[in-house]
């Protein structure tokens, strides 16, 4: 069954229709449909190359596909001159894999980047106050707001990156694998936090991952990319239901059971008294 949305519908901010990228002979996606809801984490998958990075980017405008339609919060993103002709970049917010800070720049004059460029009105004493905020909410102790990029950890980068991709109270939030390259501990801490901040700023979030822990921890549904299209929508059981073969090898392979069986032992270990 297919189903038609409305440019400016609100309950799905982004909606992408047969969209297609490619870069010389190389196609990258052809015909790829999706759908994003409001208020939800889409975690988005595929093996490696097959344009989730490329996808983002479409979306945020910074990739000008070469056919197909993108709407992310009523206004398309296709129909845009270039992506300073955008005029909702100040509603999205992105956390590039690795982070992409200035090196030369505290992480507080990072977070500052994007409100001195959206809001050059604001005065400086409103604008660190307001970094430093966005600092803490992103987990990060008082005085990182003073550090610079190289005195942090992977995870507190990572952390830092959100903070300046929450800078402007977006509405939704991009995360390019945000838990890639940190340890099990930090990994499940920043799944946490994105969950938190989710629910607490009523973020719609579009994160994509290899992360088998975080799809199960906090997405609410699974958006897969196979054959240069999203395959498949929907919760991991959805998921498990249909028998593509990536499908099944990617959730119920050792790393898809391991991840399931985590997260099941989590819920029932609740329950569970120790003896
Ligand atoms: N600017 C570019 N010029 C040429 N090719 C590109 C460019 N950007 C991406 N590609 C190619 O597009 C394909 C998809 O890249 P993309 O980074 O979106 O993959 P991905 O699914 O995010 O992969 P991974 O999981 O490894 O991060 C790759 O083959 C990549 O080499």
């Given at each position: 069954m297919s189903e038609t949305f409305l440019p400016d519908d609100p309950q799905h901010p982004i909606v992408v229709e047969n969209l297609r990228n490619s870069f010389g002979d190389h196609v990258i996606h052809e015909g790829l449909s999706l759908t994003v809801n409001r208020g939800e984490i889409l975690g988005v998958v595929g093996g490696s190359g097959t344009g989730k990075s490329v996808l983002m980017r479409s979306i945020i405008g910074l990739q000008v596909p070469d056919d197909g339609s993108i709407t992310v919060l009523g206004r398309s993103i296709t129909d845009a001159e270039g992506d300073e002709d955008i005029d909702i970049r100040a509603r999205w917010g992105v956390l590039?894999?690795?982070?992409?800070?200035f090196s030369t720049l505290t992480v507080g004059e990072n977070v500052e980047v994007p409100l001195k460029e959206f809001y050059p009105e604001i005065a400086e004493q409103?604008?660190?106050?307001?970094?430093?905020?966005?600092?803490?909410?992103?987990?990060?102790?008082?005085?990182?707001?003073?550090k610079y990029p190289a005195e942090l950890?992977?995870?507190?980068?990572?952390?830092?990156?959100?903070?300046?991709?929450?800078?402007?109270?977006?509405?939704?939030?991009?995360?390019?694998?945000?838990?890639?390259?940190?340890?099990?501990?930090?990994?499940?801490?920043?799944?946490?936090?994105?969950?938190?901040l989710q629910e607490t700023l009523g973020l719609t979030v579009f994160l994509i991952t290899?992360?088998?822990?975080?799809?199960?921890e906090i997405c609410d549904r699974v958006a897969v990319l196979a054959d240069k299209k999203v395959i498949a929508v929907g919760t991991i059981p959805e998921l498990l239901a249909l028998d593509h073969p990536w499908i099944?090898?990617?959730?119920?392979?050792?790393?898809?059971?391991?991840?399931?069986?985590?997260?099941?032992?989590?819920?029932?270990?609740?329950n569970q008294k120790v003896l």
């Open positions: 590039f894999q690795g982070g992409a800070l409103l604008r660190h106050e307001i970094a430093q905020f966005k600092v803490m909410l992103s987990g990060l102790p008082r005085d990182a707001v003073n950890s992977g995870g507190m980068k990572k952390r830092a990156g959100l903070a300046r991709a929450l800078a402007l109270d977006p509405e939704l939030l991009f995360l390019d694998e945000p838990t890639a390259g940190l340890d099990p501990i930090g990994a499940a801490a920043f799944d946490k936090l994105t969950r938190a290899h992360d088998l822990d975080t799809l199960y099944q090898e990617y959730f119920n392979g050792p790393r898809g059971r391991a991840a399931r069986d985590a997260q099941h032992g989590a819920r029932h270990g609740a």
